[in-house]
């Protein structure tokens, strides 16, 4: 026989549950609609949007309060948002058959140096060890500059072009090969986004784009968020390959990103199965989520892709090997 306080606790159990079951299976469907439509219309959603798969994991609680209670309705509910939201995801942990591809390999590496308070040896070190032939750098300040000088990165990636600035204004780009300035491809933001194209042995020039769109952290910073993103230059535009690496502040979540993507880029980690492998996590929540990403055009395959440490960094450095068409 129940107590009185369990014959409590079960009669507000009864009362309130299928209530709370309501309006969470409402949440969730509000939020599955968001993601498959791409209503991005301000501020809230892109943050939410970016913990995508966090709110799918989340479906379980419900769903076993809804199991346990016996309301099929709403569980049939969430558990459709649950089955919808994995389906637009997995994608990301599918891998694209990279076997055969014939060309010339191209290590890119993308780092965040966090306002130069990252280790800037350690991306030295990084670079170094996985032969990496073309560096993006988001966060660049002058002493963040001076540091890979003196760390010795010059001696494997003697071109550059680089804007070091105070804060997280500054980006840079350094290259084991020959390169030119493309004032013609830079992109005008909130930060430096600099351009070249890099004549790259047996295989021609490659233009590649250094991307460090504003973090949509405040409602202010949305409108440029979103102008940055639709900013960037579609794929195959020009005769020549083309590479966009950095920190997008997006993940494959966002509808503006996608639209990026679906202009003719393959995202590498997306096309090696490990879209899902995050690379930025906020001080204050520990939920990591996928902000970097190397995207190429058609005419280039990405064969391996692989995040490292980078100490005093909020980010994870991106290394994407690449094969490019022959000349």
């Not at 909130?190 to 047996?202: C, G």
């Not at 940055?228 to 690496?245: F, K, V």
Request: aromatic share 8%.
């Amino acid at each position: 026989m129940l107590s009185h306080t369990e014959a409590s606790q079960s009669t507000l159990l009864s009362r309130y549950s299928p209530a709370l079951l309501w309006a969470s299976a409402v949440a969730w469907t509000v939020f599955t609609g968001w993601r498959l439509w791409g209503t991005e219309l301000a501020w809230p959603f892109v943050i939410a949007m970016a913990y995508t798969p966090y709110v799918a994991a989340a479906t379980i609680v419900p769903m076993t309060i809804a199991l346990w209670a016996r309301h099929w309705r709403t569980f049939a509910v969430l558990a459709l948002c649950t089955a919808t939201l994995s389906i637009a995801m997995a994608p990301r942990v599918i891998p694209e058959s990279s076997a055969g591809a014939d060309g010339v390999e191209l290590n890119v590496l993308t780092a965040n140096a966090m306002v130069g308070e990252a280790d800037m040896s350690a991306i030295v070190s990084t670079v170094k060890d996985n032969d990496v032939d073309l560096l993006a750098v988001e966060e660049l300040s002058k002493d963040a500059a001076a540091a890979l000088a003196d760390a010795g990165l010059s001696e494997v990636l003697p071109h550059e072009v680089a804007y070091p600035d105070a804060l997280a204004a500054g980006a840079g780009i350094y290259s084991r090969h020959p390169l030119t300035e493309a004032e013609d491809l830079s992109l005008d933001g909130l930060f430096w986004m600099p351009a070249a194209r890099i004549k790259v042995p047996d295989a021609g020039t490659v233009e590649f784009i250094a991307v460090h769109i504003a973090a949509p952290a405040s409602p202010s910073r949305f409108p440029d968020w979103s102008e940055e993103l639709a900013a960037l230059p579609h794929a195959n535009i020009g005769s020549d390959p083309t590479i966009l690496a950095g920190d997008f502040n997006a993940t494959a979540d966002h509808a503006a990103f996608r639209d990026v993507l679906d202009s003719g880029y393959t995202d590498a980690a997306i096309a090696n199965g490990d879209g899902m492998v995050a690379t930025w996590q906020h001080s204050l929540l520990p939920l990591p989520v996928t902000l970097d990403h190397v995207l190429t055009d058609s005419e280039i395959t990405a064969v391996e892709t692989s995040t490292c440490d980078i100490p005093g960094s909020d980010h994870r450095a991106l290394l994407a090997e690449l094969v490019l068409p022959p000349e």
